[in-house]
C-alpha cells in the first residue's frame, strides 16, 4: 500500500513535470541572437541528459528506500553499482558538457572584435540607461564625472570635439536586424547588469570598467532590458526597451534622431 | 590524549556551569540554542517577504531589501554554524574519546564572538539593515547612506558582525583540528574516525583557509566606508548628485576575495551535513558504510576544488572570458566527489533492513535534496547556460535546495538522533514523521517552482514584479510559492514544539537508544563532566560494524575487541586488525 502510494505520487509528479515542460508553462521567451540559438541548444541537450540523471538517480534511490528487504548479515546479491561504468559515465558528462557549453561560451566571447559593427554605449545609473549613439563621426566624444549635469547625464565633455553629434537618449535602444551591435557599458554610481532574456545577453556592468559584448539580434521587435545586478531600492524598476528594426528603417531614424 | 579536563572538578556554581562555561557539551548546546533564535527570526522575515512576494504588496522596496538582506545573513549564520559548531563542538570529543575540546578557552571565546556576531546582526536590523544582499557588493555597500537606506549604519554594523563571526569561526577551527588531531583515544586511528568527525575536521580545515580572507575583505570593505580608502571604490562614482572623492578601488576585488570565501564557506556548511547523514544513515540502515576509505578521499576533493572553483559565481561579473571558461570547467569536477558520496549512500541503503524512525527520514530526504540541488548545479556550472540563468530565481532555488533545504535536513537528523544524548530524552517519532513530510514537500514546490520562473528569466532580489511585462506569468508562481511557503513555515512549529516539549516531557532515553556504534554512546545520561568517568575507553574498531554475521545482536560498539570489518565495506569479510 505503502509503496503503491509512493509510486502513485512519484509518477504523478513526473507527469505533472512532464506536462510543464510540454505546455512551456514558465519557459524561456523566445531567442531572438545569433548566438541565443546556440545556447537554447546546449540547454536542450543539458535537459535531456540532466534530465535522465535526475529521473534514473531519484528512482534508483527511491527504489533502494522501498525495498529495504535485506537479509541481515548478508550483503545482498546484486549490487547497483559499477565503478567502472560510473567513473566513464561522469567523465562523459563532465566532457559532453564542458565541450558543448564551452563551445557556446567561446562563440559569445572568443570572437574579434567585427569591423563594420554598429557602436553604442550604454551608461547605467540609479535606476536608468543611458544610451549613446556615436553620431555620424562615428566616434564618442569624451566623458568625464565632473560634468554631469540633469541635462547632461552622462557628463559629456562640452568643449569634446567629436561629442557634439553624439546622441543621447533615456532607457531606449534601437538597434539594426541582422547586423553585429557592439555595446560598451559603463557604469555612473554602483553595479548594475545588463539583462535580456530574448537576447540570452546578460552582462554586469562595473563602474570603473568599460566592457565590451556583441551581439546579433535576428528578430525584429520590443523587447524589455531589466537590471540583473541589484542597484539599490529601485533595482526592480530599472527597465529599459531594446527595439529591433529593419536595417533600413534604423538608419532612417537615427538619421532623423541626428538632426 | 590529554587528561587536563579530568585534572580538574566541575564547577559549582551556576554561571561557571551554564553560561560561562568551557565544557565542550555546554558550549555545543548554547551554540544550538542560539543557532535556533537566529533562525526563527530569519523564518519570520520569509513569511513577511512572501507574504509581501506572492499575496499582497505590503512593504517598500527597500523594507523587502533589508529584510531580504537580513535572512539571507541570519539563515547563512545559523547554516554555517549549526552542523559544525553546534554538533560538532558536543560529539567531536566524545567521538574521538577525549574529555574536552582541546582549548576549552577558546572554544568559550568563540561562542560569546559568535553570540556577539548574531546580536550585532540583529541590531542591524532594528537601525534599519542593509539593502545591498548577503554578498554586499561594493560600491553599493562601500559608499554609505548615499547609495540607499540602510547603506549607512545598518552595513557598517552589518560588517562587524561578519568580522566577528569570522573570528569566531577560526578560534572555533583551530580547537576542532586540534583535537581531531591530538586528543584521539588510544585505537581511534583516523581511518575508524566516525565519519562525522571527518566531515567536521574537513570544514575545519576549509574553514581555517578561507576565514581569514573573508576577514581581510571586511575590514577592508569598513575602511573602505570609515577610512576613505578605495578598495573597492573605482574614481569618479557619481551619487547623490556629486562626484565621489574615492579613487582607483576595483568593485571586482570584492568579489573575488568574497567568492574565494563564499564558494568554500558551502562545503564548509554541506560537508559536515553529508558527512553526519552519512553517519546517521549507516545506523538506522543497520549497514556498514560502503566505501569509507574513498569517502575520505573525496572529502579532501571538496576541499582542493572547493578553493578553485569560486569564479563560477563571477561568470557574468566582467571577469576575464578566459577565466570563465576554466572555473566551469573545474566546477564540473566537483561532480565527482559528490557522486562518490551519492554513490556511497545508494549502496549503503541497498538491499538494507532500513528503520524509518525521524533521523533517517531526515536523512533521506537530505540525500534526495542533495540529488536534486546536484544536478541542478550541472546547469549553471556550465557558463555558457549560466549567462542566462545567473542572478535569476533559478540560481535562488538550486541555492537553497543545498545550502539551506540539504544542510538544515541535516540539522533535523541530528537533532533528533543526538537529541537523547544532549537531553536525556527522545524526541516525539509521530510529530517528527509529520514536520518531516511537510517541509519536504514544501520544500520541493517551492525551489521547484523558483527553477522554473529561472527560465522565465526572472531577475532576484526583485522587490515587485509589476513593471515588467516578461515577468507577468511568474505571478501565479510566486502566490503559489507564497502560500506553500506559509504552510511550510507553519510546519515548523510542529518542529518546535516537539523540540521545547520532548525537553522537559519527553520519554527517558536508554543509553544507547539507536543501538549506535560510536564512543557517546557508551556514556550515561546526562554525559559526566570529564565525559568518561573513569578511564578514556580504548578503540578496537571502526563505528559501522553492522550486520555482523553470527553475532548475538547486530552491531558492536567501537569498544567491543575482537574482529572488525573496518572499512572492508559491503563485502561483509571481517578481518583481524590488532589496536
Given amino acids: 500500500m505503502r509503496r503503491a502510494v509512493a509510486w502513485l505520487v512519484f509518477w504523478l509528479v513526473a507527469a505533472g513535470v512532464v506536462a510543464a515542460f510540454y505546455k512551456r508553462v514558465l519557459w524561456f521567451p523566445p531567442a531572438v541572437s545569433e548566438h541565443g540559438l546556440s545556447m537554447d541548444s546546449q540547454f536542450s541537450v543539458s535537459f535531456l541528459v540532466i534530465g535522465t540523471l535526475f529521473v534514473a538517480a531519484q528512482a534508483l534511490f527511491g527504489y533502494a528506500v522501498l525495498r529495504g528487504r535485506g537479509k541481515s548479515g548478508q550483503p545482498p546479491s546484486f549490487w547497483p553499482s559499477n565503478p567502472r561504468f560510473e567513473k566513464r559515465l561522469i567523465l562523459a558528462i563532465v566532457g559532453v558538457f564542458s565541450m558543448g557549453s564551452e563551445k557556446a561560451w567561446a562563440n559569445m566571447y572568443f570572437r574579434k572584435p567585427s569591423p563594420d559593427a554598429l557602436e553604442i554605449e550604454l551608461t547605467a545609473e540609479q535606476f536608468a540607461w543611458n544610451v549613446r549613439y556615436p553620431g555620424a563621426d562615428g566616434q564618442f566624444g569624451d566623458t568625464a564625472p565632473k560634468f554631469i549635469t540633469r541635462a547632461n547625464p552622462i557628463g559629456l565633455n562640452p568643449s569634446s570635439r567629436s561629442g557634439g553629434d553624439d546622441l543621447v537618449l533615456l532607457n531606449e535602444v534601437r538597434v539594426p536586424a541582422q547586423r553585429r551591435v557592439r555595446l560598451t557599458l559603463r557604469s555612473k554610481d554602483v553595479l548594475h547588469s545588463f539583462w535580456v532574456p530574448n537576447l540570452r545577453l546578460k552582462q554586469d556592468i562595473v563602474p570603473g570598467l568599460a566592457i565590451q559584448v556583441e551581439f546579433l539580434a535576428t528578430k525584429t521587435g520590443q523587447f524589455e532590458i531589466a537590471c540583473a545586478e541589484l542597484c539599490g531600492l529601485g533595482h526592480f524598476r530599472m527597465k529599459g526597451t531594446l527595439i529591433v528594426m529593419e536595417a533600413q528603417e534604423f538608419d532612417q531614424w537615427l538619421e532623423e534622431e541626428s538632426e | ?579
Avoid at chain 2, 139 to 157: D, E, H, I, N, R
Avoid at chain 2, 543 to 556: M, N
Wanted: aromatic share 14%; glycine share 10%; hydrophobic share 50%.
Fill in chain 2, 1 to 579: 590524549m590529554s587528561e587536563t579536563h579530568a585534572e580538574h572538578e566541575a564547577p559549582r556554581s551556576f554561571i561557571r556551569r551554564y553560561i560561562f562555561s568551557m565544557d565542550h557539551k555546554v558550549i555545543g548546546i548554547q551554540y544550538l540554542l542560539a543557532m535556533l533564535l537566529l533562525a526563527v527570526v530569519g523564518l519570520a522575515l520569509t513569511v513577511v517577504m512572501r507574504w509581501h512576494l506572492g499575496i499582497r504588496t505590503v512593504l517598500r522596496p527597500e523594507t523587502y531589501l533589508s529584510l531580504m538582506t537580513m535572512h539571507a545573513s541570519l539563515m547563512f549564520v545559523v547554516v554555517t554554524v549549526t552542523p559544525t559548531s553546534a554538533f560538532g563542538n558536543y560529539f567531536l570529543p566524545l567521538q574521538v574519546g577525549a574529555r574536552d575540546m582541546a582549548f576549552p578557552f577558546l572554544n568559550m571565546l568563540s561562542f560569546w564572538v559568535a553570540l556577539a556576531a548574531g546580536l550585532v546582526l540583529l541590531s542591524s536590523l532594528i537601525v534599519g539593515a542593509p539593502i545591498s544582499g548577503w554578498t554586499a557588493y561594493p560600491p553599493l555597500s562601500a559608499v554609505g547612506g548615499v547609495a540607499g537606506p540602510g547603506l549607512g549604519l545598518g552595513q557598517t554594523l552589518w560588517l562587524v558582525a561578519v568580522a566577528l563571526l569570522c573570528v569566531s569561526s577560526m578560534m572555533g577551527a583551530l580547537n576542532f583540528i586540534a583535537t581531531t588531531l591530538n586528543l584521539r583515544t588510544r585505537g581511534m586511528s583516523m581511518m575508524r574516525l566516525p565519519v562525522s568527525v571527518w566531515g567536521w575536521l574537513t570544514a575545519a580545515v576549509t574553514g581555517l583557509l578561507v576565514f581569514p580572507v573573508l576577514s581581510a575583505g571586511g575590514i577592508m570593505l569598513l575602511l573602505d566606508r570609515l577610512g576613505k580608502t578605495s578598495f573597492f571604490v573605482p574614481s569618479g562614482l557619481y551619487l547623490g548628485g556629486e562626484v565621489l572623492p574615492h579613487q582607483g578601488g576595483s568593485p571586482l576585488l570584492w568579489q573575488h576575495l568574497f567568492w574565494f570565501f563564499g564558494h568554500p564557506e558551502v562545503y564548509i556548511v554541506i560537508v559536515p551535513s553529508m558527512c553526519m547523514v552519512t553517519h546517521i544513515m549507516a545506523n538506522f540502515a543497520r549497514r556498514p558504510i560502503f566505501g569509507y576509505r574513498y569517502l575520505v578521499l573525496s572529502l579532501f576533493g571538496f576541499v582542493t576544488l572547493g578553493g578553485v572553483v569560486w569564479g563560477h559565481h563571477m561568470f557574468v561579473s566582467g571577469m576575464s572570458p578566459y577565466s570563465g571558461l576554466a572555473f566551469s570547467i573545474l566546477t564540473l569536477f566537483v561532480s565527482i566527489p559528490a557522486a562518490i558520496f551519492a554513490i556511497s549512500w545508494l549502496m549503503t541503503l541497498w538491499g538494507a533492513r532500513i528503520q524509518f524512525r525521524p533521523p533517517m527520514l531526515y536523512c533521506l530526504g537530505f540525500v534526495s535534496l542533495f540529488i536534486s540541488g546536484g544536478v541542478g548545479g550541472l546547469f549553471n556550472a556550465q557558463s555558457s547556460l549560466d549567462i542566462y540563468l545567473h542572478d535569476t530565481y533559478w540560481v535562488v532555488g538550486h541555492l537553497h535546495l543545498l545550502f539551506a533545504m540539504a544542510a538544515i535536513f541535516s540539522v533535523f537528523a541530528a537533532i533528533h538522533f543526538w537529541f537523547p544524548k544532549m537531553f536525556g530524552r527522545m524526541m516525539n517519532d509521530t510529530l517528527g514523521t509529520i514536520h518531516f513530510w511537510f517541509t519536504l514537500v514544501g520544500a520541493y514546490i517551492i525551489f521547484l517552482t523558483m527553477h522554473y520562473m529561472g527560465f522565465l528569466g526572472h531577475p532576484r532580489r526583485y522587490a515587485e514584479i509589476s513593471q515588467f511585462d516578461f515577468l507577468k506569468p511568474a505571478a501565479s508562481a510566486h502566490t503559489l510559492i507564497s502560500v506553500v511557503a506559509l504552510i511550510t513555515a507553519g510546519a515548523q512549529i510542529l518542529f518546535l514544539f516537539n523540540f521545547f516539549w520532548s525537553l522537559f516531557a519527553g520519554r527517558k532515553a536508554a543509553t544507547n537508544p539507536w543501538n549506535s556504534t560510536s564512543l557517546e554512546w557508551t556514556l550515561p545520561n546526562p554525559v559526566p563532566f570529564s565525559n568518561f568517568e573513569r578511564d578514556i575507553p580504548v578503540v578496537h574498531r571502526w563505528a559501522y560494524d553492522f550486520e555482523l554475521p553470527g553475532g548475538a545482536q547486530d552491531y558492536e560498539m567501537q569498544t567491543a575487541p575482537g574482529p572488525s570489518m573496518d572499512g572492508q565495506t559491503g563485502k561483509g569479510v571481517p578481518t583481524e586488525k590488532s589496536t
